[in-house]
């Protein structure tokens, strides 16, 4: 199937046409495999390697299947919800239905998509104009169905993408709400990079005989992504990234940490150091990590760090660099952390910077992916950067302070103002327990305001 192209696989004139808008002619090995099993109505379970065109592989299909339903009427019942996506995150609900929109755009097909951290009525005067395809993250979308802004009754396909990754950020009681509220007759359809045994076991709750279509082995890293460890100490490890990111081969890299604090510091700390830098993660909202993310792609920064929620559906051409500042615990995740690089047939440079306390996981990744992973050797330290000239202290009035020298003496001990040495003695006056009856003589040179008041019996009630 090397030599086939689009048109040879039944696609309709408006389709193929987006296609060659899009610069796409020759289908990956995925699409090659799962565009003519869609058509013919199978379910499906397809694995490949993340970044080999997944997404056109269900989406061109769906969009084959859905060209009898396209309308023009501006009617909100001709636009029903005919196919539904399910995506882990926003980010790639996002580059998702932008894709589709990309292939639709020659069409009277419509398709919007949903996904939490946005105020919902902002979604929901579009859901009610109609739209053929939809792509939603789980929560969001059972938001909808709870306040009756969308039905799911005439769905004839979903798609789980990234299903694995579902079942990680624990999607499972949210997904099988979803599927009960889906007609019966559908056709489903079931992407994902790895599979588990959890994943298998999902598919086979609501997938009917389905096609099984793995294009590379299961949990697979591309061989045009070169992978390099980096073992050092974790104090060390802000200092290496630094050397790394002025290296020739870094003009823009992709950072991954495991929390949202440490990606916030690394990202303060760099753009300290003169690097345009940012972050992305949970706490920030979906506009700053839009922008963000926009930024990164037009070239405005060089340096994105970023949690694991940016490590599926990010999809940035020619991406030179992932760096793990920390390698995650779970070894499926590394597989689709260094799969931002690499992609479409690029090369790739995947760095992994790994603390004694990590090379654990380091072991549990190479098990998964099946081959050990090069130990580069120690870059040599970069020159201590220039301290910056202090300034001259501001001339300041201060009381000198004159220090007694020392005493010649055997005993090397100063000696002391006989004031300071003498033991405190309270005076007769001011003895503890002892009432001031008056001062009888008080010194014509003390303040009145400092002179003792005399005492009288009727002042104790006072």
Not at 71 to 83: I, L, W
Not at 235 to 248: D, F, V
Not at 348 to 373: D, F, H, N, R, T
Request: glycine share 4%.
């Amino acid at each position: 199937m090397n030599n086939i192209s689009f048109a040879d696989l039944n696609l309709a004139p408006e389709i193929l046409r987006a296609l060659t808008e899009s610069g796409y002619t020759i289908p990956t090995p995925i699409q090659a495999q799962a565009i003519p099993l869609v058509l013919e109505g199978c379910d499906l379970m397809a694995g490949a390697q993340t970044g080999t065109g997944k997404t056109a592989a269900f989406a061109l299909p769906m969009l084959q299947k859905l060209l009898p339903f396209a309308s023009s009427s501006p009617s909100p019942a001709r636009h029903a919800v005919r196919a539904l996506i399910l995506v882990p995150t926003r980010e790639l609900a996002i580059q998702v239905e932008a894709s589709v929109k990309a292939y639709a755009k020659h069409s009277h097909l419509r398709s919007l998509v949903v996904f939490g951290g946005v105020d919902i009525k902002t979604q929901t005067p579009q859901l009610r104009t109609g739209v053929e395809i939809l792509v939603a993250t789980p929560g969001r979308l059972l938001d909808h169905i709870e306040q009756k802004t969308v039905q799911l009754n005439q769905v004839q396909m979903l798609v789980l993408d990234e299903a694995d990754r579902m079942l990680d950020m624990g999607f499972m009681p949210d997904l099988k709400r979803i599927l009960a509220l889906l007609p019966k007759q559908r056709q489903n359809l079931m992407f994902s990079a790895t599979f588990s045994t959890e994943i298998k076991r999902l598919s086979a709750e609501f997938l009917v005989n389905p096609k099984l279509i793995e294009v590379a082995r299961s949990n697979a890293t591309a061989e045009n992504v070169t992978q390099k460890v980096y073992l050092v100490d974790h104090t060390e490890k802000h200092a290496l990234l630094a050397q790394l990111l002025r290296g020739s081969d870094a003009k823009q890299a992709l950072v991954f940490t495991k929390t949202k604090l440490t990606a916030s510091r690394i990202a303060r700390q760099l753009q300290r150091e003169g690097f345009s830098a940012d972050a992305i993660h949970g706490d920030k909202s979906q506009l700053e990590r839009m922008q963000a993310l926009d930024a990164f792609k037009n070239g405005k920064i060089s340096v994105l760090i970023a949690t694991d929620v940016a490590a599926r559906g990010l999809d940035i051409d020619q991406l030179p660099v992932v760096i793990n500042y920390e390698i995650p615990s779970a070894a499926e995740d590394y597989v689709h952390r260094i799969g931002r690089t690499g992609r479409a047939g690029a090369s790739g440079i995947a760095i992994s910077l790994v603390a004694p306390e990590e090379e654990k996981y380091l072991v549990e990744i190479e098990k998964l992916i099946k081959c050990q992973i090069q130990r580069a050797a120690p870059l040599p330290k970069a020159e201590p950067a220039a301290r910056p000239v202090e300034r001259a202290p501001r001339a300041e009035h201060h009381t000198e302070l004159r220090i007694r020298a020392p005493h010649t003496s055997t005993t090397k001990r100063p000696v002391h103002d006989a004031w300071f040495n003498k033991p405190y003695e309270p005076s007769a006056s001011t003895r503890v327990n002892e009432p001031v009856v008056h001062v009888s003589k008080p010194n014509s040179q003390i303040p009145a305001l400092f002179m003792r008041r005399k005492i009288t019996p009727t002042d104790g009630n006072d």
